[in-house]
């Protein structure tokens, strides 16, 4: 089966090697500066010049024009990803302005939450769908939380989704299960905090073996 797996939250050329010769479809760069996983739009545009056949991806979270048009005309990205409270009408905006496709993320902690992700059906050009974040926590995302998988079964758009949210090489197989499934619309997961040695930093031999399950889980299921 082909399968989207985004690696996110990258900022060394190491992290980024492992993660393009370990056969990632997408390299995910942080602009948001109270993540420990963010980088600078030039640095950024550097590490991504190595992305092989990987797509980039640049996340950010209610970003303004100014910023953005610093972030995409300095890395050119291949992809922008909305982790924040983007509204509908800002997700059609950016598309047309940047002209590039728009990964929307989503806060997902029960069913009720998947009626924003019917909302964002046919708008955005994919969906991620990511847990809650905890108590305290001033990140919306990379917090290294799940949120109750089997819900997804029930969600039925078009919208392609990728699975994000506490995935590591320990619930790695759960979640690749998941996007096997023809019940829903998944096509891949998004790994960040699932393959760090600590917040921020990626662990290059985490990153080997976890894409190397990826591989192997795809080569059973052809």
């Not at 990987?54 to 982790?83: G, R, S, Y």
Request: net charge negative; charged share 25%; hydrophobic share 40%.
């Amino acid at each position: 089966m082909d399968m989207t797996v985004k690696i996110c939250g990258l900022s060394t050329p190491e992290a980024v090697a492992a993660s393009r010769d370990g056969g990632a479809t997408h390299l995910g760069f942080i602009f948001f500066e109270p993540s420990p996983r963010n980088v600078a739009p030039e640095l950024a545009g550097e590490l991504a010049t190595d992305r092989g056949r990987a797509k980039t991806v640049a996340v950010t979270v209610n970003a303004d024009d100014d910023f953005l048009e610093d972030i995409v005309t300095t890395m050119q990205p291949n992809m922008l990803q909305l982790h924040g409270s983007e509204t509908i009408e800002r997700v059609k905006e950016l598309k047309a302005r940047c002209g590039l496709p728009v990964m929307k993320a989503l806060a997902v902690r029960d069913a009720a939450d998947f009626e924003m992700a019917r909302a964002y059906d046919g708008i955005a050009d994919m969906l991620l769908l990511d847990a809650k974040p905890p108590k305290g926590s001033d990140l919306p995302g990379g917090n290294g939380v799940s949120f109750d998988w089997s819900l997804i079964d029930a969600l039925k758009i078009e919208t392609p989704i990728l699975l994000s949210g506490g995935i590591d090489i320990d619930n790695l197989l759960a979640a690749l299960d998941r996007v096997a499934d023809p019940r829903n619309s998944l096509i891949g997961i998004d790994v960040s905090s699932g393959v760090e040695s600590a917040p921020g930093v990626k662990d290059t031999a985490k990153i080997v073996a976890f894409l190397k399950s990826c591989g192997e889980y795809q080569t059973q299921t052809v």
